[in-house]
């Protein structure tokens, strides 16, 4: 008995590239770069963020609260470290 072919009907995607309609692998990998993307962005962040915090002043670090010792320990930290 032969194996009928089934047929996935194939639509112009992300960019213009052609990928499987509804589902599968090319949303699973749009999902995915989606995810990445906005990782690097939080990581960016961060960092920009603990050089900010390097940066401050003795008397900014005494408004905010926070120590010398502390911005140090926090600007040390790896950027996709939380």
Do not use: Q, Y
Not at 12 to 41: H, T
Request: proline share 4%; glycine share 12%; charged share 25%.
């Amino acid at each position: 008995m032969p194996m009928s072919r089934v047929r996935v009907p194939v639509t112009l995607g992300f960019n213009g590239v052609r990928s499987r309609a509804a589902g599968g692998f090319g949303a699973l990998a749009k999902k995915v770069a989606s995810d990445v993307c906005a990782w690097l962005g939080r990581c960016g962040a961060r960092a920009a963020e603990r050089r900010a915090v390097a940066g401050l002043t003795d008397w900014d670090l005494h408004d905010i609260g926070i120590s010398r010792a502390d911005a140090g320990a926090e600007a040390e930290k790896w950027f996709w470290r939380p």
